[in-house]
Nanobody, 126 residues
């Protein structure tokens, strides 16, 4: 049974930082590209960042480029999202997702992902 469990969310003031973690189990982690998505109240889920199975390819949404960093540790079956210079518009539930993909072409479409976590809330106050 595949499980993706996010942690590290919380409340922070604008300009602050948070690091999200997503621990994966029940799958061969190194065979999966990993992504982070978010969904704000009343809005559709949107792409945030993705990383290839080796960690060598990373791709970000324009809205977070230069502020967020995605990383992975295949030995720990964990993917991270370091979020700096947070803004109120970053407030959302953040989800990690796994895509069976040992290619170097990463995906920003949510439909490409096979497994999803339950999400962790990030709230940024002004």
């Amino acid at each position: 049974q595949v499980q993706l469990v996010e942690s590290g969310g919380g409340m922070v003031q604008a300009g602050g930082s948070l690091r999200l973690s997503c621990a994966a189990s029940g799958l061969t982690f190194s065979s999966y590209a990993m992504g982070w998505f978010r969904q704000a109240p009343g809005k559709e889920r949107e792409f945030v960042a993705t990383i290839s199975w080796t960690g060598g390819v990373r791709y970000y949404a324009d809205s977070v480029k230069g502020r967020f960093t995605i990383a992975r540790d295949n030995a720990k079956n964990t993917v991270y999202l370091q979020m700096n210079s947070l803004k109120p518009e970053d407030t959302a539930v953040y989800y990690c997702a796994a895509e069976l993909n040992r290619d170097y072409l990463v995906q920003s479409r949510s439909s490409a992902y096979d497994y999803w976590g339950q999400g962790t809330q990030v709230t940024v106050s002004s």
